[in-house]
């Protein structure tokens, strides 16, 4: 992956919000997907919220949220890209993003 992030990737700025909101995302999932719900909301800070809600317009990271395992990822319709694009995500950066939550699916 890290061969085709140098390749392709966002660079300078873009990269750093790229990766910013990718490990927050990654975070935010994570705990949503552990943890109870009371427990989960007093342990996400606000400014996770507010960037998960950017790319959850739909409502589609939220279901992803909820899954437990590759299996019911794979299930899935799968993020759609022009919601990103609509919130002003960079198409590669949301590319990367819909990879990262796949590889986060996988290894768990």
Same mark, same amino acid.
């Given at each position: 992956?890290?061969? *085709? ?6 660079? @300078?700025?873009? &990269?750093? =919000? !790229?990766?910013?909101? !990718? $490990?927050?995302?990654?975070? &935010?999932?994570? *705990?949503? /997907?552990?943890? =109870?719900?009371? $427990?989960? /909301? /007093? $342990? ?5 919220? =507010?960037? &998960?809600?950017? !790319? ?7 279901? =992803? ?12 319709? @799968? ?8 919130? @002003? *995500? ?6 990367? *993003?819909?990879?990262? #939550?796949?590889? #986060?699916?996988?290894?768990?």
């Amino acid at each position: 992956l890290a061969f *085709v992030l140098e390749r392709v990737g966002p660079k @300078g700025l873009e &990269f750093a =919000r !790229y990766s910013i909101e !990718y $490990h927050t995302l990654r975070n &935010f999932i994570y *705990v949503q /997907r552990t943890f =109870r719900p009371e $427990h989960a /909301r /007093r $342990h996400v800070p606000q400014y996770s919220k =507010r960037i &998960f809600d950017a !790319y959850d317009q739909q409502g589609e990271l939220s279901q =992803r949220a909820k899954l437990t395992s590759w299996e019911e990822e794979e299930a899935g319709e @799968g993020v759609d890209m022009g919601v990103m694009a609509s919130a @002003g *995500v960079p198409a590669a950066a949301a590319a990367l *993003v819909v990879a990262g #939550l796949a590889l #986060l699916a996988a290894t768990q």
